[in-house]
């Protein structure tokens, strides 16, 4: 039904930037909320932004907070991860998803779509 893809990854040194960018293909509704996600090898799956699609309603999760920005195209039914002053353990494979709630994209649970992932590496 939904489909996500994501795409910007890639290999930047400590403190560099990266755009990622996450396409909805299929059905597109406004209320869909999006988020991203990131997990390193060995490590537990780490909630990163979520975004209302109809209302801009934005949370960061701690360790990004005030380095990364998510924003959103509707017409374009693309999500975006705007990331700053990478530092090297923010290295992990980015996933994009879609939910219906906040609260439900938040906790990584009821996710309606995944994205495949995008690697990002950041060297010291």
């Known amino acids: 039904q939904v489909?996500?893809?994501?795409?910007?990854?890639?290999?930047v040194q400590d403190g560099g930037s990266l755009r990622l960018?996450?396409?909805?293909s299929g059905q597109f509704f406004s209320s869909y909320v999006m988020g991203?996600?990131?997990?390193?090898?060995?490590?537990?799956r780490e909630w990163v932004a979520v975004i209302s699609w109809t209302?801009?309603?934005i949370l960061y999760a701690d360790s990004v907070e005030g380095r990364f920005t998510?924003?959103?195209?509707?017409?374009?039914?693309?999500?975006?991860?705007?990331m700053n002053s990478l530092k090297p353990e923010d290295t992990a494979?980015?996933?994009?998803?879609?939910?219906?709630t906040i609260a439900r994209v938040?906790?990584?649970?009821?996710?309606?779509?995944?994205g495949q992932g995008t690697q990002v590496?950041?060297?010291?």
Not at 21 to 24: D, G, S, Y
Not at 106 to 114: F, K, M, V
């Open 3 to 11: 489909r996500l893809v994501e795409s910007g990854g890639g290999l």
């Open 21 to 24: 960018a996450c396409v909805f």
């Open 36 to 44: 991203w996600f990131r997990q390193a090898p060995g490590k537990e």
């Open 55 to 57: 209302g801009g309603y």
């Open 70 to 82: 998510i924003s959103r195209d509707n017409a374009l039914n693309t999500v975006y991860l705007q």
């Open 93 to 100: 494979v980015y996933y994009c998803a879609a939910g219906s």
């Open 106 to 114: 938040r906790e990584g649970a009821e996710i309606d779509s995944w």
């Open 121 to 124: 590496s950041v060297s010291s």
